[in-house]
Nanobody, 123 residues
């Protein structure tokens, strides 16, 4: 599975962005897509943001984005969206989409990683 993320950009605090992740190649009937982000200058592995089980539609969110971000899937287009509202400067980072067998906060459970898209939120 190849993943292509897009939709990042510069936005003021309080604004919105929608990220897209297009999956191509062979996918199993049961798979999940998620988003991780890494803040600039941080040497850690980044943090989990959200994930969706595409066969059931069930979703998982980090506490820091719950009630502001919404993850959704369009099976016909093999695309997952991350709608981000009420953005804060702390949301700044490179957002990567990932895929695996089921939605989880654990990064080691995702075996496909796409390239990132940069989101910058100014105060």
């Amino acid at each position: 599975v190849q993943l292509q993320a897009s939709g990042g950009g510069l936005v003021q605090a309080g604004g919105s962005l929608r990220l897209s992740c297009v999956a191509s190649g062979r996918t199993s009937s049961r798979y999940a897509v998620g988003w991780f982000r890494q803040a600039p200058g941080k040497g850690d592995d980044g943090e989990f943001v959200a994930a969706i089980n595409l066969n059931s539609g069930s979703t998982l969110y980090a506490d820091s984005v719950k009630d502001r971000f919404t993850i959704s899937g369009d099976g016909a287009k093999s695309t997952v969206y991350l709608q981000m509202n009420n953005l804060k400067p702390d949301d700044t980072g490179v957002y990567c989409c990932v895929s695996g067998t089921y939605a989880t906060r654990r990064r080691d459970m995702y075996n496909n990683w796409g390239q990132g898209t940069l989101v910058t939120v100014s105060s």
